[in-house]
């Protein structure tokens, strides 16, 4: 088993910035894949961005492309995702995920480990 909390999330205005928090515990000896994804009212869970257990493969949502940045820690068993021109659609609960594969971490199943979400807020 794998849990996963996320931190780093709050309330910012458009145009700033911030970073997320995933901290992995339990059996991180096995290095996953690690992706983030947002949930809005109302809306479907989305895939935001995903990285390989090296970091040599990251993978971007379009609407995020350029602003967002992937990026991991395996010595700290944690992974980031930096936020930079934050828009107000960016509004949602931002959760954690990590997954046997690249394939299965980029999409919302059954399978893998779901941390319980941060809220960003981006104000206009």
């Known amino acids: 088993q794998v849990q996963l909390v996320e931190s780093g999330g709050g309330l910012v205005q458009a145009g700033g910035s911030l970073r997320l928090s995933c901290a992995a515990s339990g059996r991180t000896g096995v290095i996953y894949p690690m992706g983030w994804f947002r949930q809005a009212p109302g809306k479907e869970r989305e895939f935001v961005a995903a990285l390989n257990w090296n970091a040599g493969s990251t993978y971007y949502a379009d609407s995020v492309k350029g602003r967002f940045t992937i990026s991991r820690d395996n010595a700290k068993n944690t992974v980031y995702l930096q936020m930079n021109s934050l828009k107000p659609e960016d509004t949602a609960v931002y959760y954690c995920?990590?997954?046997?594969?690249?394939?299965?971490?980029?999409?919302?199943?059954?399978?893998?480990?779901w941390g319980q979400g941060t809220q960003v807020t981006v104000s206009s």
């Open positions: 995920h990590a997954d046997s594969t690249l394939a299965r971490v980029r999409v919302v199943g059954d399978t893998g480990y």
